[in-house]
């Protein structure tokens, strides 16, 4: 008895916590005894006769597993088997027992969760399926939410239907079931329309500022082609095509369906634009004929309008609108947009879809039926689930996965605020906190049943290239999975972090471009005479291990401690570890006067946060406020320093502000080209450098230098100077030295 319960604890011990590297947690894992599951060439996977399904997902999990696929004799077995498992739709059950184990589910998208997790399974630690053995375990889970999503910005910078392909495989690995694909835009439309050729022929390409052509479109062969790709990975593809704003690369090649109001110099910009459809029976004539090919295309229940960031004003210049809507006693603008979403709603819901949109489409009232995206935070989700909305959880910022995961200079471009792996991780969608000023009316159920789920939006408009996509959704996507699958109870931050390196091995295995943010090595170090103390850390407090003797770092290396102190002029190599393994690139810096006086742009502080952007370009990416091009060194060592330097790089000001083009801060130029000004201890200090920005070039960082004498430890400001915004002026990076 006392040996049974001994092995009995030896088993589950070796099938807990740690062994179980399943992402997004399962709702119950409990150890099983025997052998487990073999993987090798001998694997046999079977499926039920005449199980088109099943055999789909058994072909799917041999890719994933490398095995060959269909029977084999001999060796363990993989058996799917069709049955109800409580829990819903997309619930299943995995049995992990001597050397059989079997996938049950009542549907295909119940197999295909149950073969991820054996993958998994069979990938925990840092292994190759093939050749691994699964512990026996018995795995039964649901997701809690039926709506699990990633918006993916296709309209601000264009992808290949490859890399759409590669994104739908990590979405199935992930559980992630909804794909809104972000169309349409100011900046391009990117669908092929029959009916009107020009959407995308012309539509679909735009000059940028600096002269340059930038386009493509998804033809609809190619978008039945995802679509059904999609489908065979359980991935719901929801079209979002923008309306009645964010509209002008339609009116661009249709001008007679809206007011543009800006010129075509403008396609290229980003922003919120003052284009606008027009309200007569033609342009709905024209949208409805769009959606007619949308939905054809497109077989999702939801068909997104996008309802978001419409400007009004052309509507109430323009007096045909306004005579249609004295006619059709529409009080003002607001009304006038829930009539138009109204409408479109009618088209959509009589093909048999139903209408999602953003949360503004709220404003001026909204049939019960059409579903609601809520990026403006709780607040609208909670007054769209109480007047009978469902509601997705899209929250700014923190499922905003267009923003930076960590201050690291190494990060992709994005928008610049910090939403880390634990932001998202800690997201909880089911609880929106309680709006402002009714501190007494709790969440009820009713509102609760309203929420479909949760979904972080990749909007591209800083990430020009595919790379930059994937780093931005991974590995934020497993945080974002394990808050769409995994009940609050289940879910475990600790728990998931220790489950992190596993998945992060998978990315690399299957050769996906992950951030590092999350568990890069920073170094912030600080001179001492002729020593250098050194801090490093990783946002995941894992253990960091470091050399300064020119080797890489290993499991052997020696533990980074809060600070270590080394010799001026060290190279410091340092990498974070869990089980024995790096999980992070090595970082490496050496330590000496030079490094210590250097900052890049993500190295200083913005001194405003108003719009905060960590902007592309060659020698990028620069984090500047686009509202205030200024930035602070807070604490600079300037003894023995007799000058400062400044990598300068100039952008064109493509941004659509409407009415905040004025907020923005314009600091007058002693000198026409305008110039840097250093300032010590607070931007409004004295001023102990400038450097002039006429030499200042585009397309390169251009070094500015300038005699520096002051000493001690002080703030710096260095802020840019000019008449207007445009040019954008940017520091690249900052350095300071001896002498010029
Ligand atoms: C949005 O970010 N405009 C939905």
Known sequence: MLRLAALLLMVATAAGAAEIDVIPRPASVAAGVGAGLRLDGGTAIRTPPGDAGAAQVAGQLATLLDLPAGGRHGGDAVVF?????????????????????????????????????????????????????????????????????????????????????????????????????????????????????????????????????????????????????????????????????????????????????????????????????????????????????????????????????????????????????????????????????????????????????????????????????????????????????????????????????????????GRGTVVTLADVYAYDPGAPPLPAGTPNTPVGETERAHILGVQANLWTEHMPTEADVERMALPRAAALAEIGWTTARRRDWADFVTRLPAQLARYRRLGLGADDGAVGVDIDARRDGATVAVRLADQLGYPIRYTTD?????????????????????????????????????????????ALRFRASQQLTPCSERVVLNLAGQGGPFLTDIMDACWRWPAADLDGIGAIGVGVAVLPFNFQLGDQASRVTLRPPATPGGEVVVRLDDCAGPVVAKLPLADVRAGVVTPLTAPLAATGRHDLCLAMTGRTADPLHVLAWVRLGPTT
Do not use: C
């Open 81 to 413: 088997v069709r049955d109800i498992v409580p829990g819903g739709d997309e619930a299943y059950r995995v049995i992990v027992a001597d050397h059989r184990t079997t996938i049950t589910a009542a549907t295909d998208a119940g197999l295909r969760y149950g073969a991820v997790t054996l993958w998994q399974l069979a990938t925990a630690g840092d292994r190759p399926a093939r050749g691994s053995v699964v512990p026996p375990v018995t795995i039964v889970d649901a997701p809690r939410f039926a709506w699990r999503g990633l918006l993916l910005d296709s309209a601000r910078h264009f992808q290949s239907t490859d890399f759409i392909r590669r994104t739908i495989d990590w979405m199935m690995w992930h559980k992630l079931n909804v794909l809104q694909w972000h169309l349409t835009d100011d900046q391009g439309w990117r669908l092929e329309i029959k009916a009107y050729p020009r959407l995308a022929a012309v539509g679909g390409f735009r000059t940028e500022r600096d002269g340059r052509r930038y386009g493509g479109y998804y033809t609809q062969a190619e978008v039945r082609g995802l679509v059904a790709y999609a489908a065979a990975r359980g991935v719901t593809i929801v079209p979002e095509i923008e309306m009645p704003g964010h509209a002008l690369a339609a009116i661009r090649a249709n001008p007679q369906i809206g007011f543009a109001g800006v010129g075509a110099e403008a396609a290229g910009d980003w922003g919120i634009f003052p284009s606008i459809y027009r309200t007569d029976d033609a342009t709905f004539a024209f949208l409805t004929t769009v959606l007619g090919e949308v939905v054809d295309l497109f077989p999702s229940r939801f068909v997104a309008i996008g309802g978001d960031e419409a400007v009004k004003t052309a509507w109430h210049a323009d007096p045909a609108t306004q005579a249609r809507m004295r006619t059709a006693g529409i009080a003002d603008e607001t009304a006038l947009q829930a009539a138009f979403v109204r409408r479109i709603g009618d088209f959509i819901n009589a093909r048999g879809r139903r209408l999602i949109g953003w949360d503004e489409i709220l404003d001026g009232g909204l049939p019960a039926t059409d579903a609601v995206l809520s990026w403006h935070g709780a607040d609208g989700a909670l007054v769209a689930a109480r007047a009978g909305h469902d509601v997705v959880m899209a929250t700014a910022p923190t499922l905003y996965f267009d923003n930076r995961q960590s201050t690291l200079p190494t990060e992709p471009p």
């Open 550 to 594: 020119g080797a890489m770092p290993g499991s052997a290396s020696p533990l980074a401690t809060a600070s270590v102190t080394i010799p001026l002029g060290t190279t410091i190599r340092a990498a974070s570890f869990a089980a024995g393994r790096a999980v992070s690139p090595v970082t490496t810096r050496t330590l000496d006067d030079a």
